[in-house]
């Protein structure tokens, strides 16, 4: 009885041979495929993949650089600070900070260089069809039993296949490389913020900027640049065996998150504040004296903060702030 199941099952239209396999999920790609050799024209995807994320920096810092610069009392009620604590409270002059932060760019970009050179795309069990459908049909038969399985398959088990090739499985390679990416920089930035020599000697950079801003954002000493961002980012990109173009996105992604979480502003329509709970105002509570040893977790989400007890709320802060007065008084 088995075999006769099993045989039915393989043949199934379009799960007889790779080809024909090949030829159903080719023949309708999403709207985000190109089957260009490369996505611009001059440049390879390799390099666009160390463009994107500078390009994505100060495209997107410029926006908020604009709104700073915007003296409309519409947009002061969306302030987190006032535009004059970024003069009186910051330690560090914009210039520097700029400077700073292009260094640490060369840096990325070089390492990046080296990275692209050594590293060979490698064929992923996540992209062969032959895999997915096997997937699909194990799946199928233990979670169905034999006699459904075949007529689920036969219904729907060529585009379970197209689904999972071009949508669900890239879309987890890219929530798994975000956690990935916030449990390096979770627990690597709380080790900063507890170890007095890291803290003194290599974070304490970024917290001369008590009141942040965009292009602040990746304003780091050189050695937590490489360590934080540049290696957390391969790191996560290597374990969710991403494409060069996958990388990209990532890329982009996580640094216009990085930028939003530092643009000193609580945006109702920014979708990014919408959708992540760690947001500018979430990460700004890390940046106040109260809140320093808080609020760890950064780019995407809160839940090692929540797991491990360093979770702090606004309503927390403003709380310890007025009990600090009333002893001062």
């Known amino acids: 009885m088995t075999s006769t199941m099993a045989g039915n099952i393989t043949d199934v239209p379009f799960f007889s041979d790779n080809a024909s396999l090949h030829h159903y999920v080719h023949a309708a790609p999403p709207f985000y495929f190109t089957s260009r050799p490369t996505i611009f024209n001059r440049i390879s995807d390799e390099t666009l993949s160390l463009v994107v994320p500078i390009v994505a920096y100060w495209g997107y810092s410029l926006f908020f650089q604009i709104l700073d610069s915007l003296d409309w009392p519409l947009l002061n009620k969306y302030r987190i600070h006032e535009s004059a604590e970024v003069k009186t409270r910051n330690r560090v002059t914009k210039t520097d900070v700029l400077l700073a932060v292009i260094f640490q760019q060369v840096i990325q970009t070089a390492l990046g260089i080296y990275w692209m050179n050594g590293d060979e795309e490698v064929h992923s069990c996540l992209t062969d069809l032959g895999s997915i459908r096997n997937a699909v049909i194990f799946g199928a ?23 999972l090739y071009w949508w669900a ?8 490389a975000m956690f990935c990416i916030d449990t390096w920089q979770y627990f690597l930035h709380r080790a900063m913020h507890m170890n007095k020599f890291l803290y003194k000697h290599f974070h304490s950079w970024h917290h001369r900027l008590y009141v942040p801003y965009a292009f602040g954002a990746l304003y780091n000493h050189p050695v937590e640049g490489f360590l934080l961002d540049t290696l957390g980012a391969m790191i996560a990109d290597s374990l969710s065996m991403m494409s060069v173009r996958q990388a990209s996105v990532l890329f982009a992604f996580s640094t216009m998150k990085t930028i939003d979480d530092h643009c000193g502003y609580r945006l ?13 105002d979430y990460h700004d509570i890390h940046h106040q004296i109260v809140g320093i040893k808080s609020n760890f977790a950064q780019p995407f989400f809160i839940h090692w903060d929540t797991i491990l007890g360093t979770r702090m709320t606004r309503e927390t802060l403003e709380q310890r702030k007025r009990r600090t007065k009333e002893k001062m008084t």
């Open 141 to 163: 038969r233990h979670l169905l039993g034999e006699p459904t399985a075949v007529q689920f398959l036969r219904a729907y088990g060529p585009v379970s296949v197209w689904f």
């Open 169 to 176: 499985i890239p879309l987890g390679q890219l929530v798994f």
């Open 268 to 280: 109702p329509l920014d979708p990014l504040q919408l959708l992540f709970g760690n947001n500018a």
